[in-house]
């Protein structure tokens, strides 16, 4: 939420700085994001008068000017605007002032052969407006030679973030009044303009839903004249980030930003008969000031007249009946809706805005007379028009919550001792009622302060407001000895994979447990349906992580990276429950393009299963003993056919699996470049069986190693990783390594058989190999792999 220092100052009576208060609003609990000072973007922009205004002598449609900058000589400037004239009064940007709007830098130069000392500006470069169709022209009493942002009054501007539980302070005044509270000045009273209501309002007004909405208040306001809204209300609105539109549409956004108060104005020319708060009709359409139309159903709370829909209630009116420049006639809407009802509403049509923002968190519903007095008084004293009396269909919510409380409870909870009398100055100071004639006390919420809810919420306002600096900080009592190591197995476990994962080259990535239901269902659909979501995009927990790692890798190659390296350790949500897993992406290039190499290498399967293997050996698995197998049917929509696998402890016990994405995963994703991923499934690693902590120690061999090579033919349907298991097997006492060394398919080798290469790694142990001991070894070798159908090749 963003407001300026003299917005502010409307209701605050302060001499603080803009430090101080800044300073205030962050000890209260206001984070302060931001302070921007106009000021320096317009600094280099001088009051200037125009002395003469001649044609430039090559070109039609500019001009000539000398300039007087009260310092000394004037200046010559090229100008283009129709506008500019002999006699009136400007803003010149000097050589080295800085263009707000383009950045552009001011320089002495020639235009068209004539020297140019700067640029006269127009409203839209300086960001003031979007009029640009002429330069600024100021009253004929403008100081010469001041500095125009002196001049323009431009205040500092606060840029600040209100937390979800408190929408008491989603309007200026509620700022001002929590900053009093704090000390940094007092409350002005809401200056209320006059004026007097005459006459029934001509429009039925009622609400025929209750439950989404209790109270629904209006009033109609004929003979006004609709136009641009005044530089004290734009520049207000500006400093909010809003764009100035018309006069009533501006003073409704200035009460809801000044109040924290929606309202709503609608051209009564457009509106046919009753004006209802009601709930939708399935199937009921409705054009909204987005321009973008919605399709209703009955768990929504709509106004509607006799034609139709004209406002999906608390978020955003509709089109058809908006104010234009040509209303003269309006009616006011102010009411209380449901805010759960708002919320639903919002997710389910995917619309936000700064109503809905409001409603959904609670907004005041006292404020609802005040709120329609005060646009009823702005819009008569600026736009005039005769008022109607107003009309009260339904009722706010009016039960106070009252709340015992103890004020020792402070210290006990708040760890710091504040006086009872501070204590009742300080909830006093934020309207709370109280009767402190004996304890506990009896304090009464405000209506607007929907989160308060019993005694510890009281302490709390209590402590940001004497401040949480204040407390002393208190070191937890810690046993004498060493620590015991609270760590789980589990979390070991990922902090061991997290390292091993990190050293093959993989960065972390930590995306949202939750994911859209299209994202789900991509990825074989999700099991845990959220009941209210933050958004539509947010609905499912995730069954998978790769939405959450395709999705960065989409961000990422749409910035131009071209091979992303990315893991992440977290839950899967699947029928059964929840299951800890490891999931990666390798995406784009193995290796970029090279004078050696030639063209860039993609990652392939291979690269897949060598991360899983490292991971799953820093995971404690036994490599060894793993089988290579095929995926399973509900796998088939992830990985591409014919280039993916798993890795099973026995063929029902599977602990990861890899692959090449499919590619209408990929498309499903947006992702234009081939990815292979790969998952562990880390609650599926058998825990060691050795509980110990201490490591044996290590006893390198004492006798060399030796090498046997073996050349087999095997039928090619047989996965290379079975031959090697059985061959590692043969002889463990002796076989300590083998590995496939060349696949050969081709000339001498029979038809549907495939020859593979094997190094075999031996390791003596007490005494070297004798030829014996090495062929008894081989048939071992042989035999084990006949078992597979594999022949020793001549």
Request: hydrophobic residues 40%.
């Amino acid at each position: 939420m963003k407001f300026s220092l003299t917005w502010l100052k409307d209701h605050l009576e302060t001499e603080a700085s803009v430090a101080d208060l800044a300073a205030a609003m962050n000890r209260i609990g206001l984070e302060v994001e931001g302070i921007e000072d106009p000021a320096e973007r317009l600094e280099g922009f001088t009051v200037a008068k125009v002395l003469t205004a001649d044609k430039h002598p090559d070109a039609d449609k500019l001009q000539v000017l000398t300039v007087d900058t009260g310092k000394g000589d004037p200046l010559q400037v090229v100008c283009g605007a129709p506008n500019a004239r002999a006699g009136m009064m400007g803003v010149l940007g000097q050589p080295g002032a800085v263009v707000p709007s383009n950045g552009m830098e001011l320089r002495k130069s020639a235009i068209r052969g004539v020297e140019s000392n700067g640029m006269m500006c127009s409203v839209r470069e300086l960001e003031l407006g979007d009029e640009h169709d002429g330069i600024i022209e100021l009253p004929d009493d403008a100081p010469v030679g001041h500095s125009f942002a002196d001049y323009h009054g431009s205040s500092p501007i606060f840029d600040v973030a209100i937390t979800p539980n408190r929408p008491d302070c989603m309007g200026v005044y509620g700022i001002a009044r929590d900053l009093v509270a704090a000390g940094m000045g007092t409350l002005k009273p809401i200056a209320m303009p006059a004026f007097t209501a005459s006459g029934a309002c001509p429009v039925e007004i009622r609400t025929d839903d209750p439950e989404g909405c209790p109270a629904f208040y209006g009033r109609v306001i004929k003979g006004v004249t609709n136009g641009a809204s005044p530089d004290w209300l734009q520049q207000r609105l500006q400093s909010a980030g809003q764009r100035p539109i018309s006069l009533l549409v501006d003073l409704t956004n200035y009460l809801m930003l000044a109040f924290g108060r929606p309202a709503h104005a609608y051209d009564l020319s457009k509106l046919t008969g009753a004006v209802v708060a009601r709930r939708a009709k399935d199937g009921e359409q409705v054009l909204a000031l987005n321009e973008n139309t919605y399709t209703l159903d009955s768990s929504m709370t709509v106004i509607a007249d006799d034609d139709g829909v004209h406002d999906i209630a608390g978020i955003m009116g509709g089109e058809d009946s908006g104010c234009s420049e040509s209303t003269t006639d309006v009616l006011l809407e102010i009411a209380y809706f449901d805010p759960d009802r708002i919320g639903a509403t919002g997710r389910k049509l995917g619309l936000a805005s700064d109503a809905r923002t409001r409603f959904e968190r609670g907004v005041d519903p006292e404020f609802l007379d005040d709120g329609l007095d005060l646009l009823t008084g702005l819009i008569v004293e600026l736009a005039g028009g005769e008022a109607s009396e107003p009309v009260r269909a339904g009722a706010a919510p009016s039960n106070a919550k009252v709340v015992p409380f103890d004020p020792a409870l402070t210290e006990r909870l708040g760890g710091v001792s504040v006086d009872p009398a501070e204590q009742q100055r300080i909830l006093e100071s934020l309207d709370f009622g109280l009767d402190a004639a004996s304890t506990p006390w009896s304090v009464t919420a405000p209506l607007r302060r929907h989160d308060v809810e019993g005694p510890a919420d009281l302490v709390e306002e209590i402590v940001r407001i004497y401040g949480i600096d204040d407390i002393e900080s208190v070191a937890l009592p810690r046993a004498e000895g060493v620590a015991v190591p609270t760590a789980s197995p589990e979390q070991k476990l990922e902090r061991r994979v997290r390292r091993a994962a990190a050293a093959c080259g993989l960065n972390e990535a930590i995306t949202w447990s939750f994911v859209s239901q299209a994202e789900a269902d991509a990825v074989g659909g999700g099991r845990w349906i959220l009941d209210n979501p933050i958004s539509e995009d947010m609905k499912v927990m995730r069954p998978s992580l790769l939405p959450g790692l395709l999705s960065a890798v989409r961000r990422n190659a749409d910035r131009g990276a071209t091979s992303l390296r990315l893991f992440e350790i977290g839950r899967r949500y699947l029928a059964d429950g929840e299951h800890p897993s490891l999931a990666f992406v390798l995406a784009g290039e193995r290796s970029e393009r090279s004078w050696q190499k030639g063209k860039a290498e993609a990652f392939d399967a291979f690269d897949a299963k060598a991360v899983c293997l490292s991971l799953l050996e820093a995971a404690g698995a036994p490599v060894d003993k793993l089988m290579v197998m095929g995926v399973d049917d509900g796998a088939s929509t992830i990985y591409h056919p014919g280039q993916s696998a798993t890795l099973r402890l026995g063929p029902k016990n599977q602990i990861a699996s890899f692959g090449t994405v499919h590619p209408s995963l990929l498309k499903a994703f947006d992702v234009d470049m081939p990815v292979v991923v790969g998952g562990i499934h880390l609650d599926a690693i058998p825990a060691k069986k050795n509980a110990g902590f201490a490591r044996t120690h290590y006893a390198p061999p004492v006798l060399q190693s030796v090498l046997r090579d073996f050349a087999f033919l095997i039928s090619d349907d047989v996965p290379a990783g079975d031959l090697l298991r059985v061959i590692k097997g043969a002889d463990k006492a002796n076989i300590v390594a083998a590995r496939i060394f060349d696949d050969f398919r081709g000339q001498g080798v029979p038809e549907g058989k495939k020859s593979l290469a094997v190094e075999v790694t031996l390791q003596p142990g007490e005494k070297s190999y004798k030829d014996d001991d090495l062929k008894a070894i081989s048939d071992k070798v042989v035999a084990a792999a006949g078992k597979l159908g594999a022949e020793l090749r001549g």
